[in-house]
């Protein structure tokens, strides 16, 4: 059984940086494709970026290019999400996601494995 648990979330002020967890369990990250997605209220979710499972990082919002990045370490089965330079409009509750596929994607129903989300809020 595949499992996600996020963690990092909290609030911080607009220009801070957070950094969100993804511990993964029943999946080994050879095999599989992580991303990271956020739903803002009112919204639908949003995929952020994704990780293949060679490592390639894929960008789906271009909002966060240039702030947040991708890492994993292998021998925690933990990927994580490095968010920089936050700001009030990256208000959301972040999810990670994994799909048993070497490509990524963006598209929320092409994963089956959810974690339960984490709380992100920036201030103004």
């Known amino acids: 059984e595949v499992q996600l648990v996020e963690s990092g979330g909290g609030l911080v002020q607009a220009g801070g940086s957070l950094r969100l967890s993804c511990a993964a369990s029943?999946?080994?990250?050879?095999?599989?494709?992580i991303a990271w997605f956020r739903q803002a209220p009112g919204k639908e979710r949003e995929g952020i970026l994704c990780?293949?499972?060679?490592?390639?990082?894929?960008y789906y919002a271009n909002s966060v290019k240039g702030r947040f990045t991708a890492s994993s370490d292998n021998a925690k089965n933990t990927v994580y999400l490095q968010m920089n330079n936050l700001k009030p409009e990256d208000t959301a509750v972040y999810y990670c996601?994994?799909?048993?596929?070497?490509?990524?994607?963006?598209?929320?129903?092409?994963?089956?494995?959810w974690g339960q989300g984490t709380q992100v809020t920036v201030s103004s």
């Open positions: 990780a293949s499972s060679s490592g390639r990082q894929v």
């Open positions: 996601a994994a799909r048993r596929d070497a490509y990524c994607s963006g598209y929320a129903p092409n994963f089956r494995s």
């Open positions: 029943g999946i080994t990250f050879d095999d599989y494709a």
